[in-house]
């Protein structure tokens, strides 16, 4: 998750309009882009566990 969580983190960097380069930045700039990250993360976890749970619901249509 780590991994991911840094990725997510770059990408989020790099979108920035006045971005520079990534391993030159202090580590509290590095900390809050990965706070944005992880908060994306699991946000996008969430919403595709009700999206499943959601197709679990209609899965199996009663049939008499």
Do not use: G
């Not at 391993?23 to 882009?33: G, M, N, S, T, Y």
Request: with cysteine; charged share 35%; hydrophobic share 45%.
């Amino acid at each position: 998750m780590e991994a991911e969580i840094e990725f997510v983190a770059r990408a989020l960097y790099n979108a920035e309009d006045d971005a520079h380069d990534w391993d030159r930045e202090p580590e509290i700039i590095k900390d809050e882009f990965r706070l944005y990250a992880r908060t994306a993360l699991e946000l996008l976890a969430e919403k595709c566990k009700s999206k499943t749970f959601d197709a679990q619901i209609f899965v199996f249509p009663y049939a008499a």
